[in-house]
């Protein structure tokens, strides 16, 4: 009964508290990476070559590094030579351009993937490059890409507890600490297991429905 | 790049390279369990009967659903102090990763073997051969040829999660370079080498397992 | 004397779609029975219902008069390694090339020494003329030589009956007569066969009796000639003549 009511009384508020901050740290680094990961995507397929050159440099670095030593560079190293961010925004800052280098692999793969003959219909008809790569090849290519990018997002909903290593406290670094106080390590962080599974559901499910939809009006 | 970084670098860079190599040791532990356990559930998924795939799947969703670190804190504070003997946090890591990897590498098998056509299982039967040994000679060889690619995505995967390990205080890279950090205040340069050194590993495993496929190459095999 | 092969009675449905109705038909040692009719008659089926690929919902086979009992599947194997199978699309081990394809069953299912074995599997390649690609891969074989190490495959366990699913089908035409003469030289030896195929004149030398199926019934079987030329049932006759218009334009 004390259990129940510890629950209650302590852990939920707390958890849900760290749940916000969990939110707040994955919306606007999922939009940022996928918004980011476009442009570097197209980027590496249609730019010159001295931009596919660096763009290429830049997947390469951010998918090889750990996302935990990004995180660390922000907020620690950005520090040591007088760049003083938050923990907040430098979990942000690691996640989005973390996250945009895998989105820009997937992007990049599905441009690659459009028959030549989309493009070639478009610029019969007078299109020009910009506007068949944002009218014709992207859209389709979008779609394509959204299995892989929808995993990414799924990914990041996981890996947004590394932002406690940095000090930036959301649900796992929550738990943690009333864990640590309570000494209840199995019952809190069994809860905090179920709701991540719950958030990596619901996105996953969320994903197939937009992958069902989009189906309809594209192949 | 100051002269102090470069000289914090020089310090740690035998220190680091030591700890790779316990990052490899846990990278390959675990993906060595993770087979050992992901091979038989692939089968299960595949071969067996409702509930027990149903099992499986449910393992697998569990595993794949919940963030590394909180599986870390949970084995390691949470069912450690369930049991009566103490686990050190090397095993703890590599008994984690290996869990979710293969959760991971169940997919993966069961991927491969049903892309095989299932015109070679029918053969295999035809000529007399019992289920078992259908799987054993005639879809796992060319199953596990498939999977390779995929090894390889799931090994960089594991090697950079390794160094999260570092919250269980494993003396990795990761952790060795913010020792030295915080002993010569060159974090970024630290954070940097740590970073490439990584990049290193994984150039190292990918190139050895796709030397593997090539090796292992039948003539003339599409799948 | 008992036949080799007894089917009695067998049923088979997918879904609500009766693929197989009351097939019965027996066929003792020595004789080629050729299955012909229209695509969907159920002849495939029918093959792999017999050595149990594609187990049947009812209806029984027995084996030089011995019941196969499908849910034993010890019996099962046992009884597998004595009905060869050959299939339309090959489907030769793609991991081990030629020889290994022949050679594998013999030491895993029967358990022969490595080097009998061997012996054995250069054997018949030998036999279908293709000692010289034994180290070969599948892929870098043509479809008639992928189907000739097949028969090989299946001959190597010293099948009692052959079962034989559109051997050819799947070939391109100048690499079926490779083919067949094997298929023909096999029947000339006495090897006991089920064949189904698309090819009439082959099968019409051949065979001791042609079966016609429709809609996963027999409609009726008899002698070559009395099924191509002179069949009793209408629907026999209807196909029969539009193939052999076929045949006599070649």
Redo the contacts between chains.
């Keep these: 009964m004390e259990e129940i009511v510890y629950i209650q009384h302590t852990v939920f508020p707390a958890l849900m508290q760290g749940l916000g901050v969990s939110i707040l740290l994955i919306l606007p680094s999922a939009i940022c990476g996928i918004c980011l990961g476009v442009v570097t995507g197209t980027l590496h397929v249609y730019g010159s070559p001295v931009t596919r050159f660096m763009v290429n440099g830049y997947v390469l670095i951010f998918r090889g590094f750990p996302l935990i030593i990004q995180l660390y560079i922000w907020y620690f190293g950005l520090a040591r030579i007088g760049i003083f961010l938050s923990p907040y925004t430098a979990s942000v800052l690691g996640f989005s351009l973390c996250s945009a280098a895998y989105h820009s692999e997937y992007i990049r793969g599905a441009l690659l993937s459009i028959k030549h003959g989309q493009a070639l219909a478009a610029q019969a008809l007078g299109f020009t490059r910009i506007q068949t790569i944002l009218f014709i090849i992207l859209p389709q290519a979008m779609r394509r890409a959204l299995p892989g990018c929808g995993n990414e997002i799924i990914y990041l909903i996981k890996y947004s507890s590394l932002a406690y290593m940095v000090t930036c406290i959301e649900l796992t670094g929550k738990a943690k600490i009333l864990a640590s106080a309570s000494f209840k390590y199995i019952e809190v962080f069994m809860i905090v297991g179920v709701i991540y599974l719950f958030l990596v559901t619901l996105a996953s499910s969320l994903l197939s429905r937009l992958e069902k939809g989009w189906g309809r009006c594209f192949l | 790049m100051t002269s102090d970084g470069i000289t914090a670098i020089q310090e740690g860079f035998f220190y680091l390279l030591q700890g790779s190599w316990i990052n490899l040791t846990v990278v390959v532990g675990a993906m060595v369990f993770g087979f050992m356990l992901g091979l038989p559930l692939a089968l299960g998924q595949i071969y067996s009967g409702k509930t027990t795939r149903s099992i499986i799947s449910i393992y697998v969703w569990f595993f794949r659903g919940i963030p590394l670190l909180v599986f870390l804190f949970l084995f390691y504070f949470g069912l450690v102090s369930f049991l009566d003997f103490n686990l050190s946090a090397f095993s703890v890591a590599i008994i984690v990763l290996g869990l979710i990897s293969s959760a991971y590498q169940s997919q993966i098998l069961r991927g491969a073997i049903l892309s095989i056509p299932d015109g070679q299982m029918k053969a295999a039967r035809a000529l007399g051969m019992s289920d078992t040994k259908a799987i054993f000679y005639v879809i796992l060889p060319q199953a596990l040829r498939i999977s390779i690619p995929a090894w390889s995505n799931e090994y960089s995967i594991l090697l950079k999660d390794s160094a999260v390990t570092y919250a269980l205080g494993v003396s990795e890279l990761m952790s060795r370079a913010n020792h030295v950090a915080s002993r010569t205040y060159q974090h970024l340069h630290l954070y940097l080498l740590a970073g490439f050194m990584f990049m290193l590993l994984t150039y190292l495993g990918t190139r050895s397992l796709a030397a593997l496929q090539k090796r292992l190459k039948i003539p003339g095999y599409t799948h | 004397m008992d036949p080799i092969l007894s089917v009695e009675n067998l049923y088979k449905q997918f879904g609500d779609r009766p693929v197989l109705s009351d097939v019965s038909l027996s066929i003792n040692a020595g004789e080629i029975k050729v299955l012909i009719g229209p695509s969907g008659a159920g002849k495939s089926t029918l093959l792999?219902s017999i050595?149990y690929?594609v187990p049947p919902d009812s209806g029984r086979i027995l084996l030089e008069g011995r019941l196969v009992n499908g849910a034993d599947?010890?019996a099962l194997?046992?009884?597998?390694?004595q009905?060869?199978?050959i299939?339309q699309?090959f489907?030769?081990?793609?991991?081990l090339n030629a020889v290994s394809n022949i050679e594998?069953?013999l030491i895993?299912?029967k358990g022969l020494h490595k080097i009998a074995a061997r012996q054995r599997a250069m054997a018949e390649l030998d036999r279908v003329g293709l000692t010289s690609h034994a180290n070969h891969?599948?892929?870098?074989l043509s479809g008639g030589q992928k189907q000739r190490v097949?028969i090989a495959?299946?001959l190597a366990?010293d099948p009692k009956i052959m079962l034989l699913d559109e051997p050819t089908s799947a070939l391109d035409p100048e690499l079926i007569g490779e083919v067949l003469s094997v298929i023909g030289k096999l029947g000339q030896a006495g090897m006991t066969m089920i064949l189904a195929t698309h090819q009439i004149a082959f099968a019409r030398n051949l065979a001791t009796e042609m079966i016609f199926m429709e809609a996963g019934k027999i409609v009726e079987q008899g002698t070559p000639d009395v099924i191509l030329n002179h069949a009793c049932c209408v629907r026999t006759r209807e196909f029969c003549s539009s193939i052999t218009d076929l045949t006599s334009n070649q």
């Design positions: 792999q050595n690929l599947k010890r194997c046992g009884y597998r390694q009905v060869g199978m299939f699309d489907n030769l081990f793609d991991h594998i069953a895993r299912v891969y599948p892929a870098e097949s495959r299946a366990m």
